[in-house]
DNA sequence: GAGTGGTCTAGACCACTGT
DNA sequence: CAGTGGTCTAGACCACTCC
């Protein structure tokens, strides 16, 4: 085993059993270097390690300091549900009460969101993901969202619609009127797009700088990349985002509700996986 | 900018541009920090970086070569309905035929895996999930798969099951009856489980030395972890695993089928609450 | 053995932060 | 300003791979 690896590991005991507790600042990179009896680059590649691992913060002219274990934020898909649902609800009722309450706990609830607006083209990626020639006019929208009382953002997210279908109600292309009353599918009910589903594609990769500047990310660390496609009941996609979020901090959770196994044998078997390609995932209404 | 960034950034351009190809060798690092009149540990921290994004493959004693832009491959959550289906298939017509080539191109029809058994005692984290008192006895399982006709495996799970339901079936304490028809669910079926739903919990970091040695990663890629739930028909945990990724090679899909908006206004809101807490995502069967 | 990447050193200088 | 981490150098030695 390397020495900068002897050394992360001793580090890294000495945080899990408290001798380092959340918040404390480490000896610096020179004195760690003296008692390891090690180079300054040797120690550096140790303390990188950590970084990585989320264990500890360096701030540059600062020190190194053990990072306050944050809460672990949830997200889980049936927010989804719950937004549609909300849609209704201010549609029928109070119109324009948002209620960001009415998901307590578990969920991460996105406290404040800045976010700018502009126009774009369609690059290829677009266009296959929308279905529509390269160069379409779309809407972009940039999102930065903070879990409640914190400051650092902790998700960075471009959203895009297809401009002249958002154009149909002026109130979309003006940042001026956020935050929306049940996000982005409340503004999508205003032009009378309703959803039928949502896919989300996930995949991971350490940030580029820029990234990490605009997270407050240390390099080296893993981020979670989701992209969302919503599609609407007549099968049109209506939205493509883009979401990048810190790995360490963010738990998406998805669940997948299974027909139930029904013992009517009058079904054939071509029709069962008809039916079953044709709604995917869900629920017996039988049960 | 830093000098191995800028570097980094160069090769990137020469890599992207086809200037080298993947597959070729690049230059020495020492021919590379003459070249760029740089010292060996510059050059090395920017090829550092390039391998952390999976842009080349770092091989000790021989090279640093451009990767192969290995595709992509997709799992999507609803595999675990067509895995369910083919549980009722086999059960009902050819009973041990298994069927991997059901789901064609897009999905990542684990091809070869090989596997371990082993008794183990539910620590706290698994004690939790499985509602069961610490202790309680598992049987933990190990799997690693490749995609079809690839050498290097892509994915590695340790997937427990309660020893006692499990011991239903002695073939299932027995690792030599893999592989499975139609996988975990059919094992589950042969002792009377029928799963309600899957819970997937999605996060990313980079992998520990002893993870990127057994799925052949470089140092500082990102990891998806992901940690599975199933739900039986009763509410019961059957099942927990804990699946390690790595994130540039795997997209994770996940459809979320949103329930039509029902126009019948005689569903008083609190009703569609409670409808809605109990069913989840789901699609309408109205429609 | 020759050539490659992996680790480590000792020391220099720069950039950032707080006083 | 002093103290911290960030970058870079020149060179040494080890470990791995192939011939």
Redesign the interface.
């Given at each position: 085993m390397a020495k900068y690896?002897r050394i992360a590991d001793t580090l890294r005991q000495c945080i899990r059993a408290g001798l380092f507790k959340p918040g404390d600042r480490l000896p610096t990179e020179t004195a760690l270097a003296k008692e390891h009896r090690a180079s300054l680059?040797t120690v550096r590649d140790a303390l990188a390690q950590l970084a990585?691992?989320?264990l500890i913060d360096k701030r540059h002219g600062i020190g190194n300091f053990v990072r306050e274990s944050c809460r672990?934020i949830?997200r889980t898909?049936?927010r989804?549900?719950?937004e549609?649902?909300q849609?209704?609800?201010a549609d029928?009722?109070h119109v324009a009460t948002r209620s960001p309450e009415h998901d307590t706990g578990a969920t991460a609830s996105d406290g404040a969101f800045s976010s700018a607006y502009e126009e774009a083209e369609a690059d290829e990626d677009l266009a296959v993901a929308f279905g529509v020639p390269l160069g379409t006019r779309l809407l972009k929208r940039i999102y930065r969202s903070c879990p409640q009382d914190e400051d650092e953002p902790f998700d960075l997210t471009e959203s895009y619609l297809l401009h002249d279908l958002a154009a149909a109600n002026p109130d979309l292309l003006d940042a001026s009127h956020e935050p929306w009353p049940g996000g982005t599918q409340h503004q999508l009910h205003t032009i009378g797009i309703?959803?039928?589903?949502?896919?989300?594609?996930?995949?991971?990769?350490?940030p580029t700088?820029r990234e990490a500047e605009q997270l407050g990310l240390q390099k080296?660390?893993?981020?979670?990349v989701v992209r969302k496609t919503s599609i609407d009941?007549n099968g049109r996609v209506v939205e493509v985002a883009h979401t990048r979020l810190p790995?360490?901090r963010?738990?998406?959770?998805?669940?997948?509700?299974?027909?139930?196994?029904c013992d009517d044998q009058h079904l054939t078997?071509s029709h069962?996986?008809a039916y079953?390609r044709s709604?995917?995932?869900?629920?017996s209404?039988r049960q």
């Open positions: 690896e680059p990585e691992e989320g672990r949830e898909n049936e989804h549900q719950r549609k649902d849609v209704r609800e029928t009722e309703e959803l039928d589903r949502i896919v989300e594609r996930v995949t991971a990769r350490p700088a080296g660390v893993s981020l979670l009941v790995g360490h963010i738990e998406l959770a998805f669940t997948t509700h299974l027909a139930r196994r078997e069962r996986s079953a709604t995917g995932n869900r629920y209404m």
